[in-house]
């Protein structure tokens, strides 16, 4: 790109036509980023990501609330000094729980969605460079995963597999590699008639390495969108399969057990052991969703405004 | 256009079978034998064993497969051995309530949504509509039993308006009659698949407003009411064909969820108690049945739009 602004040679703007003005030419993930951070509500969004990454990570950190030993003393106390989001009924201080709670939410999240993206990317990408029998065959997997509804195939799987953070991630990216796969076909099969993956070829790369080299990094918008979504997902998933109890196991707890054990605090009015991690649940999966909307706006050309 | 039919109809059956295939495998693997269920966890291993070599628990998997399948065509969907009934009558018994509970919400979740996605097209960038995509939006990251949760809380422990619990009548007419009862899962499930359906019928809408034949349809001076609901619903409802046939696997996720909350003996709770118990088989037939629902939906749907829309030419 530099090298093509060079060539054009010294442009004198006050010369040049009115409405066909050139500016200097950039490149296209930093316009990309220029569209992001001018898109508030994505700001919004990715700020409220790094809020709940620092909250969960670094929180337990800096505030050591009890999550482990019992202290009948304090059961379902509503906020107040020494514990700003209450107790639940063993005693257990809610913020602290939170900070676990997410922590474990979010881990399961990025795992599930890397693995996700990583197994579609290559999925797709081998069947759209293959075609034929092998597309054919390879989409018709993606197909018949797809048409099986979500939520009870890994309920079935997580009844065995779900109890560690990396068992559940497993099963749940397990599961969101479909549309990433088909997606990343799609973007392939436009690719691979492109000159220079024709170059590439004629040039003897082999198969893999086109893919890791030429196809891959092209279709890199489409991953980094995707990861995005699968994420907000993975965390839904993560909090349903916590919920119904098929979730990670005691003690490692998300915001899902955490939702379900609140549940049944409803008529007792404890409050505090529901509403805030339902909004941590929603304010995340939110705020990756407009991550997500607004990288597809930044990064789809398509889709941008000039 | 038959051509066309058959062809899908070949592949939708194809897709049925994986399913089936990778299903048995998957249980299978997960859950060989149920006769420790039958004969009691401390059974004697000799009698496992005969019991297994008896009921067929030792045979190929592929014989296995090609027997339950033998039997699904003959309309048998297994024995449940937990709940010592065969599945087909556990079925009969509930599949009723969660038709109507599925049926109703996306009824009223289309007719809720299309009039929605118009409005916010028409009135684009106004105060209502950001008011309803931020609502939308946020419903849309809400888990089903937290937004459940809330019209609970609200609705029948504090307005004390409507039931905390669906009807547990047995008698479907008997559930259909008790409003009372059965607004809040209807409405749980109703509000989660508008929230999904709303932002696609909004830009749909937005995308039909720019078409020359509004441009044409207002120049004759037709009124922006008959503009709207003449020519621009029928065309923006086009999308919401196909997206209806896409979200039935949400839809049945969000139906477990639902009853599990409200506690509403349908499919979803039968599927979720099943999970405790490792009733195999019936975790099997309701998954195919999930899978069944969701190839049919997408076959229909996509007939049904090659009728709506003659522009749609197939080769």
New interface residues.
């Given amino acids: 790109m530099a090298q093509v602004s060079a060539t054009l040679g010294p442009l004198d703007i006050t010369r040049a036509p009115e409405g066909g003005e050139i500016g200097p030419i950039q490149s296209g993930w930093k316009l990309a980023a220029r569209e992001f951070a001018r898109n508030r509500l994505a700001v919004l969004g990715m700020a409220i990501l790094v809020f709940f990454v620092l909250f969960c990570f670094a929180g337990p950190l800096v505030y050591h609330g009890q999550v482990l030993v019992t202290n009948l003393n304090v059961t379902d106390q509503p906020p107040g000094t020494g514990h700003p989001l209450g107790t639940d009924d063993l005693g257990f201080d809610n913020l602290a729980l939170l900070m676990w709670g997410g922590r474990a939410a979010l881990t399961v999240g990025f795992l599930a969605a890397v693995i996700g993206i990583g197994v579609g990317a290559l999925w797709g990408s081998i069947a759209g460079l293959a075609g034929g029998v092998v597309d054919t065959v390879m989409m018709r997997i993606v197909d018949v995963f797809l048409s099986i509804p979500f939520l009870f195939v890994v309920l079935i799987v997580a009844v065995k597999y779900g109890a560690s953070v990396l068992g559940l991630s497993l099963v749940i990216g397990g599961y969101t590699w479909l549309v990433p796969a088909r997606l990343i076909r799609g973007e392939v099969l436009t690719l691979r008639e492109r000159d220079f993956v024709a170059a590439a070829k004629a040039a003897g790369s082999t198969q893999w390495r086109l893919i890791r080299r030429h196809l891959l990094p092209n279709a890199l918008g489409v991953i980094i969108v995707n990861v995005t979504f699968n994420v907000a997902d993975a965390i839904l998933a993560v909090a349903a399969l916590g919920y119904l109890g098929f979730g990670l196991h005691y003690p490692t707890q998300d915001w899902g057990d955490l939702l379900s054990k609140g549940l049944s605090y409803l008529q007792d009015g404890y409050w505090w052991l529901i509403y805030p991690v339902g909004a941590c649940i929603v304010l995340v999966v939110m705020a990756a969703n407009l991550v997500g909307d607004a990288l597809r706006d930044a990064l789809d050309v398509r889709l941008r405004r000039r | 256009m038959t051509a066309y039919i058959l062809r899908r109809l070949g ?1 939708s059956i ?3 079978v ?2 089936s295939i ?2 048995f495998l ?2 299978h693997v ?1 859950y060989p034998s149920p006769a420790l269920d039958v004969l009691g966890p401390k059974a004697n291993l000799a009698v496992v064993a005969a019991w297994n070599r008896q009921h067929g628990f030792n045979d190929p998997v592929a014989v296995q497969y090609l027997r339950y399948m033998k039997g699904l065509l003959h309309g048998d969907l297994g024995f449940a051995y937990k709940a010592n009934q065969s599945v087909t009558s556990l079925f009969g018994e509930v599949w009723l309530r969660s038709a109507y509970l599925s049926g109703i919400s996306l009824l009223f979740a289309v007719l809720i949504a299309i009039p929605l996605g118009v409005y916010q097209a028409a009135r684009r960038n106004s105060i209502g509509d950001n008011v309803v995509t931020g609502l939308a ?2 419903t ?7 937004l459940g ?2 019209l ?2 609200l609705f029948a ?1 504090s307005l004390h308006i409507f039931n905390f619990e669906a009807s547990q009548s047995d008698s479907i007419w008997a559930i259909i009659g008790d409003w009372h009862s059965m607004a809040l899962p209807i409405a749980t499930l109703t509000l989660i698949s508008v929230a999904g359906y709303s932002r696609y019928m909004r830009s749909s809408a937005i995308d039909q407003l720019a078409q020359d034949f509004i441009k044409a349809a207002r120049a004759k001076g037709l009124p922006e009411r008959l503009v709207l609901t003449r020519h621009l619903l029928r065309n923006a409802c086009l999308p919401m064909v196909t997206l209806i046939g896409l979200s ?3 839809l ?2 969000g139906n ?2 639902t009853e ?1 909350l409200f506690n509403y003996h349908g499919l979803g709770l039968l ?2 108690n099943s ?1 405790n118990t ?1 009733d195999y088989n019936i ?1 099997l037939a ?2 195919l049945i ?2 069944v629902l ?2 049919v939906g ?1 076959l229909v749907a996509d007939i049904a739009l090659t009728v709506a829309d003659p522009r749609i030419r197939l080769a």
């Fill in positions: 592949t194809v897709v049925v994986g399913v990778f299903m998957l249980l997960i939006f946020t849309y990251a809400m888990p089903v039993f937290f949760l809330i609970l809380q422990f039935i696997p949400f049945l996720s477990l969820l599990q599927f979720y999970l490792v975790l309701y998954t999930g899978a969701t190839v997408n």
